[in-house]
């Protein structure tokens, strides 16, 4: 793997992330994660999605004609989503009622469209799926962030399992109800961009 | 004509596609700089929905559900294409955004300069897809229910991304920490809108 495709691969965690920085894909960022396990199961999902989406569509980029690239993309991408959904459904089955149409949602999460056109649709397949990879992760790593914050303070659990002992409850200390509700993934991940932002001082806006 | 009328006030009010699911998100704060392209986008959006949702009802109970397919034939009962259904809806979405258009460019090019690109991008917009597969997950009544409910949900969306352009525009004259500007602030105020919105919820009609 020389530097190039390093770069395309790990750009997107952090300078080029594309939740906090390049604003796509916020609607599903926002509403899974109010627990740990669904939030690593849908940034998992994302990333199979966008890598394979972009391979499909890198590989066939010169056969489709512009006009009707749109609906060639949407249809890619919902048949991929369609085979996830499936495969939920049959090995976890619980967390597939949790996600409910969130799953369903991939198809139209900006993330992959946004790839779609800026990256595959004029680079070879093997960075297209490089680049897919590593915008699921950017993805992932901004949902997993939220996700064990809300989890945490939320219900006092970290994947299901209590963290928080017994005895402070008793000494009176109580679950922040305000981290369930979904206002708070919005502020949490404010508070994401702001460190991201003060610690790079190119990203900012005027 | 209850149902009609809580379906319309529960999809702006209570289920709010932006406050309540975050669906649309992307757009909302991608082109809510200023009043005027927000209000013309979310036109577009109250309108796609508000045609896609009956057409999406009518191929959801007539093709796609188990036993849908009954006025073909006994033998079609057992039937079951709904896992088609993602795939059915969202070309119905591409091809009628396409179709929208092509007529509007024909016939209104006022309207269609002024919204320019949205009218495309609307294709991608989680919110009309998500209110396809509520659509779905509800089960409405009849197909006058899902339209009311489409109307609703744009109507509610539509409101959602004006004030939050309103208050955007105001924004410019405040002293904002570097770091936070654009982007980080317009989470916190979206969020701020989400919690006032959820005073909705609960509210029984």
Known sequence: MNEKNKAILFNPLSKDNPVTVQMLGICSALAVTSKLEPAVIMAISVTAVIAFSNLIISLIRNSVPGRIRIIVQLLVVAALVTVINEILKAFAYDVSKQLSVFIGLIVTNCIVMGRLEAFALGNKPWPSFLDGIGNGLGYGLILVIVGFFRELFGSGTLWGFRLIPEAFYEAGYANNGLMIL????????????????????????? | MQDYLSTFVRSIFMENMLFAYFLGMCSFLAISKNVKTAFGLG????????????????????????????????????????FL???????????????LEMIIEKFLPGLYNSLGIFLPLIAVNCAILGGSLFMQQKDFPSTGVATIYGLGSG????????????????????????????????????????LGFMSFSGIKI
């Open chain 1, 182 to 206: 979904p206002p708070m993934a919005l502020i949490l991940v404010a508070c994401v961009i702001w460190i991201h932002r003060s610690k790079d001082k190119n990203l900012q806006e005027k």
């Open chain 2, 85 to 99: 259904s993602l795939i059915i809806f969202i070309a119905v979405v591409a091809s009628i955004v396409q179709l």
């Open chain 2, 43 to 82: 036109i577009a959006v109250t309108f796609v929905l508000f045609v896609t949702l009956p057409v999406n009802y009518l191929l959801e109970n007539y093709v796609l559900k188990q036993g849908a397919l009954n006025w073909l034939g006994e033998s079609f009962a057992e039937v079951d294409l709904s």
């Open chain 2, 155 to 194: 109507i509610g969306w539509l409101m959602a991304i004006t004030g939050m352009a309103a208050i955007r525009e105001k924004l410019q004259y405040s002293d904002i920490p570097k770091p936070l500007k654009g982007l980080g602030i317009a989470f916190i105020i979206t969020a701020l809108m989400g």
